[in-house]
């Protein structure tokens, strides 16, 4: 891919608002991971089902998508930093609701789908805020780097979260659940101490409340690009979503146990970090559309090798590849998402971006649990790869105008 570096006088970082914002956003990740694996191994040592991890995917994407609209429709009404900090606090409750019931030893698995439905409330209200916001923190010809910075930084506490959670988790499960209750306290401590603000767009008149809130649906399917970019995405990561069945390959099939699943957990992110570093430096300048469709396709392979992998290096390579394709396709669906919309839309559609983004990991997780238990954990990871190379050939006829993005800096609402 043809790149361009980044100039010192056009570095995002040098933005003070912009580097606590990427502070908060690394903690978050941090904690949600850390999170992830010790719920991730309870329920599973507990029911000894991926089914069960499925459902766990499921009870996290229902109240997301019951919520991500409205939410989308608050962050152009009302100041996005606060939804943030309020967002965050309501998640340390939730890993306080976890932190419960390791301390009493539950070995029942309804409370903690009870626990993740309010925690995928919280993340739907985080997601549109934070993903608007990030333009009004830097000028616009900088935010394709401050993506790619905003990206990688978040894949390296994908990287670190899961390997500290698992480390930690042969102390117990309530100090995972600790940890994370405090960091998303501090999350907040962090987004209060950000200066810049949203606007508050006045409702539009002549409009009816239901017809304000999916205005961002509205935006998105009368853009052809933007629906392309968020669609492949949505199609490939839903059926190549093999990261829900880790925990399935770390004790049945590589038997690695908890720390092993952390460091499987890690290989993605540690792919899409060294990407996304990379990104940021040398900003992808040409053929971004192309690029686009090439990763998400080796996206896929690699999910097929990682399924039928039994060598524990194999699936971390296959892994660490997955995810350094996937920056890819989030670098430029995010860039392309937040510069082809007025910032008068950009909550309503980031909410749109958001539910296709926890349809495509949360819905994915139990469309990869209820797969497994039909076909068993192998053919259904190696099936999903497949899906993904077939939607990828199907999308790339189908959008001629994501194929033929050059230059993302020149897009414009």
Same mark, same amino acid.
């Given at each position: ?86 967002? /965050? ?163 049945d099939i590589l038997h690695v146990g908890p720390l092993g699943l952390g460091v499987l957990r890690s290989a993605p992110a540690l792919g899409a970090a060294m990407l996304g570093i990379a ?31 039994? /060598? ?102």
């Amino acid at each position: 891919m043809d790149a361009t570096p980044a100039t010192a006088n056009s570095n995002a970082l040098a933005h003070r608002d912009f580097r606590r914002f990427l502070v908060a956003a690394f903690l978050a990740i941090l904690a949600t991971q850390i999170q992830s694996v010790a719920v991730g191994w309870q329920i599973y040592s507990i029911a000894r089902t991926p089914l069960a991890l499925g459902y766990a995917g499921l009870f996290q994407f229902l109240p997301m998508m019951a919520c991500t609209i409205p939410a989308g429709h608050l962050a152009d009404r009302f100041d996005r930093r606060m939804i943030l900090v309020v967002s /965050n606090l309501c998640s340390g409750i939730a890993s306080g609701g976890f932190l419960i019931l390791a301390l009493i030893g539950t070995t029942t698995i309804w409370p903690f789908y009870v626990v993740l439905a309010l925690f995928g409330a919280a993340r739907a209200f985080a997601g549109p805020a934070s993903q608007s916001f990030v333009p009004l923190l830097v000028p616009q010809d900088q935010f394709p780097q401050a993506v790619a910075w905003a990206s990688s930084t978040s894949q390296v506490a994908v990287i670190a979260g899961p390997a500290i959670g698992g480390a930690i988790y042969i102390l117990g499960p309530a100090v995972d659940y600790g940890v994370c209750m405090t960091l998303f306290v501090t999350i907040a401590i962090v987004m209060m101490g950000i200066r810049s603000r949203s606007a508050r767009y006045e409702a539009q008149p002549d409009t009816t409340v239901f017809e304000r809130i999916t205005a961002g649906i509205a935006y998105v399917w009368r853009k052809p690009l933007i629906l392309g970019a968020l669609s492949l995405d949505l199609f490939a990561v839903l059926l190549g979503g093999a990261t829900a069945l880790l925990p399935v390959y770390a004790r049945d099939i590589l038997h690695v146990g908890p720390l092993g699943l952390g460091v499987l957990r890690s290989a993605p992110a540690l792919g899409a970090a060294m990407l996304g570093i990379a990104l940021g430096q040398r900003a992808l300048s040409r053929r971004a559309g192309r690029a686009m469709f090439a990763c998400v396709a080796i996206f896929g392979i690699a999910t097929i090798v990682f399924g039928v992998s039994q /060598n524990i290096l194999l699936s971390l390579a296959a892994l660490f590849v997955l995810g350094a394709s996937d920056m890819v396709s989030v670098y430029v669906r995010t860039t392309l998402t937040q510069l082809a919309t007025p910032d008068a839309m950009r909550g309503r559609v980031s909410a749109v971006n958001r539910l296709f983004v926890g349809a495509s990991n949360e819905l994915g997780e139990f469309e990869s649990g209820v797969t497994a238990t039909w076909f068993g954990t192998v053919p259904a990871v190696v099936i999903g790869g497949v899906g993904t190379l077939v939607i990828v050939a199907v999308w790339y006829r189908m959008f001629p105008s994501l194929r033929e993005v050059d230059r993302l800096s020149e897009v414009t609402p």
